[in-house]
């Protein structure tokens, strides 16, 4: 059973508007949320990370924010950019140095 | 730096044959793992290793075997492959002293068993 999951498998948005990727989990253990994103025929790179003691990490144009009462984490991308086309994966620890992936979401950024 | 590398980047079996996957890293990194993405499934880890001569089994490691004789290493083995083993095959390394999570990946071994 995952205990990461991205309910949105795309995502289309107009280039220079807002991107907002969500993630839910179930494990209550988990205590660092990572986003990794992915173009084609490249592995995962990392992009920005949170850990549960904070609700917000902003790095440049991205922030990811975490409510862990609801389970909750997404990404927000701003402005989006046609650089920004690839799939991102939410990510999650538990102290183990072992990460837990989502299945992904697929975003074009539209010129 | 090369990072994380791995050979090869593609590869045709026959149900049956085995094959090794290589995975190198010059990070000086104490840990290392090897991943299948599957479309809808994301990245589901395989085996890992917390240094060397150490391994341990993941999420889904039936039908793999892994060695870690050097530090720098991670071999990842298919001893008879079967169609479901048709994947992606990603190898990742992290420092493993810190408290940071972030691992770094390789770019991948697109494997189809026919």
């Known amino acids: 059973d995952q205990q990461v999951k991205q309910n949105s498998p795309s995502l289309s948005v107009q280039e220079g508007r807002i991107s907002i990727l969500n993630c839910d989990y179930t494990?209550?253990?988990?205590?660092?949320f990572l986003w990794y994103k992915k173009y084609p025929a490249e592995g995962p790179t990392f992009l920005i990370s949170?850990?549960?003691?904070?609700d917000k990490n902003e790095d440049g144009r991205f922030t990811v924010f975490l409510n862990k009462s609801a389970k909750h984490l997404s990404l927000h991308i701003v402005p989006s950019q046609p650089g920004d086309s690839a799939v991102y994966f939410c990510?999650?620890?538990?102290?183990?140095?072992?990460?837990?992936f989502g299945a992904g979401t697929t975003v074009t950024v539209r010129a | 730096n090369a990072g994380v590398t791995q050979t090869p980047k593609f590869r045709v079996l026959k149900t049956g044959q085995s094959m090794t996957l290589l995975c190198a890293q010059d990070m000086n990194h104490e840990y290392m793992y090897w991943y299948r993405q599957d479309p809808g499934m994301g990245l589901r880890l395989i085996h890992y290793s917390v240094g060397e001569g150490t391994t341990a089994k993941g999420e889904v490691p039936d039908g793999y075997n892994v060695s870690r004789l050097k530090k720098q290493n991670f071999l990842l083995g298919l001893e008879s492959a079967a169609p479901s083993q048709t994947s992606v095959y990603f190898c990742a390394s992290h420092w493993g002293h810190t408290k940071s999570y972030e691992q770094y990946f390789g770019p991948g071994t697109r494997l189809t068993v026919t």
């Open positions: 494990n209550s253990m988990f205590d660092y």
């Open positions: 949170i850990s549960s003691i904070k």
């Open positions: 990510a999650a620890s538990q102290n183990d140095y072992k990460l837990s």
